[in-house]
């Protein structure tokens, strides 16, 4: 789609370093230059007030990222394209069937009623919750890390969603603030909430996770 808009050698696009290396690939294999913007805490999306702050007379576009299920805020990031004359592409997740998505709602907010010592994630726009990501609060990644062998110990499968942000990585490393996505990617957690887990199932996941509230600094 970047080629095929004529965004090529010298352009550069503003894309999310919170997530996966594709997209900064896709944007050096079409010639340009990837520059990373911040993500919004919430949605772990591109924040529309980084973007333009990313953005120089040598950006022809931005590559927009839905996330965990939820969207970004499309109007003010196509606002901004308008604005600006830029090319807005949307890179969305894969879709699920309703009656699954509904079940993923379902223990999404039991998780969200009974979970403590952790953030739950927030469930407004339609979330989907392709990941339930909870954000695990104390001095960064040791605790998350610390959080989640604990977890695994206890039977709960678990993973870090993002490890490495994209612009800590030896081929897109960039000397840019982004704190957001700093603390995002030592915080985050995804916990289960496929539509094949049981009462009991949702019940473990959430007795091992309070019983492990004291390794946390501040509870939430």
């Known amino acids: 789609m970047l ?7 010298g352009d550069e696009v503003v894309v999310p370093a919170f997530g996966n290396v594709e997209v900064a690939e896709a944007v050096a294999k079409a010639g340009a230059m990837p520059v990373f913007a911040d993500i919004d805490p919430v949605t772990y999306c591109l924040d529309a007030s980084s973007v333009e702050a990313a953005m120089t007379p040598r950006t022809a576009a931005v590559v927009v990222v839905h996330r965990f299920g939820r969207l970004a805020d499309l109007a003010r ?8 004359g830029l090319l807005v592409l949307e890179q969305g997740e894969s879709e699920a069937p309703y009656d699954e998505i509904a079940q993923r709602r379902e223990r999404a907010a039991y998780l969200r009623t009974k979970l403590r010592g952790v953030r739950t994630p927030d ?12 954000r695990v609060p104390g001095n960064g990644r040791p605790d998350r890390d610390a959080f989640a062998r604990a977890l695994r110990a206890k039977g709960v499968e678990c993973r870090v969603p993002v490890k490495t942000p994209v612009h800590r990585l030896p081929e897109f490393r960039r000397c840019v603030s982004l704190p957001e ?20 199932d949702m019940q473990r996941i959430v007795s091992a996770c309070n019983a492990l509230g004291g390794l946390l600094q501040p509870a939430f």
């Open 3 to 9: 080629r095929a808009a004529g965004v090529g050698l």
């Open 77 to 84: 990031l196509h606002a901004l394209g308008a604005r600006h």
């Open 123 to 134: 469930d407004g726009d339609g979330h989907t919750y392709q990941q339930y990501v909870v």
């Open 181 to 200: 996505t700093e603390r995002a990617s030592d915080e985050t957690l995804a916990l289960p909430v496929d539509a094949t887990l049981t009462k009991r």
